[in-house]
């Protein structure tokens, strides 16, 4: 058996099914067999454990000319040298590209305003990527990155729906690039952020009040008639991919340092894509001890970022989910204001309504020991809607 470095070894890739099912043992058993490997670094035999390990994204990949050779601990292929290899105390970066994964992983603190005697709650700051200040810089930056590998020079514009977090981060990324963006955003997100895109350069078309599924498809209708590429962020596995990879590898490596494996986990649902990645990397490592709540708005409720699941997304399927629990507007908000009282951080709303949810459950005592929630954006992108919320006027309605 030898140690080769991943990206000399060579596999073809496998369907989102086949991907999780070769995933699940191997992450339960944190061990795998070697890959048997031909005399050009090729898969043969067992290449779907060869694919599973570059989706968990280890820096070595154990390869054999022999199928009798014993399993070895994943701990071995060092699967957390992206985050050992980034925590330059200098903080330099290159250019914006490598700025936004040279900083992962994003931070996770103790929050005191939803911890209690038997609970700690840790939250993970999304905000810290610096494009659209969200979690949404992941999948804009593995979207683009796999297009390009694809399409190569052919990719010049993109087309994409977005509630506005995954828009910023594709025009900052494709400025970089030197490519152009046409944005599909809802009624419903804030009129500010037509400015921000103006001064990304991105062209923005508003015309329904939701994204929905046939928005989805009018999106990747247009872009074929336009010569455009669709990333399209509710389909596109890489959206999976990324944070099942990065984000919840990055709330093990950092929860292992920290000394604690997660009770539970509460998150919100938009394309559904962290959460459920989220899921699957815990569930299948330690099983079913570690909770999974998910976050929705309530019936008619509209929180930027997260959806009802019954509007249609793809991975929650995939996966396990203990709870999916229901917040309005107004709640949120109060979560919102929770953490900014207590512990001064201005969290954005769809955090505010993880926050909300976090609170009930630890207060009724449904969920107790170490708790992640995962916040994100930032409350200084909702001020538009905070007015609405918070102003004089509507307090006195
Ligand atoms: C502010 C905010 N919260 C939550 C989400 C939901 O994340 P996901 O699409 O990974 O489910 C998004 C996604 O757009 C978002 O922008």
Redesign the pocket.
Known sequence: MQLAEADTVKCEPEPLNKALAMLRPLLSKWRTKPVLVNDKMEAIGNSSVCYALKVLGTKYIPVSRDESEREVPLDLLDPYWEFRENTSRARVFDNVVKLLYGNWPTPIVKLKSLSNKSTTVWAKLEWYNPF?L???DR?AWYMLVKAFEEYGEKLRVVYEA?????GLALAGLANYYGIKTKLYLPRTAQKCVDYLFKALGASVVRKQASITTEVIDEVKEEALRDNAVNLN?FENDY?FYV?FRYTAKEIDYQSRMAGFTPDAIV???????????ISFYFKSKYGDSVKIFAVEPKQGAS?????RVETG?KWIHHVAVDKVLEVSLEEAVQGVLRVAGEDGLLI????GAVAYTTHKLVSEGAIEGDVVVVF??HGT?YMEMLEGVLSEESREQ
């Open positions: 659209s969200s979690v949404k999948i977005t509630s506005t977090n995954t962020q959206n944070h998150g919100g649902i938009g394309t559904s894509g962290h959460l459920s990645a929180i930027p970022g997260i959806r997304m954005g709303l769809s955090a994100p954006d992108k």
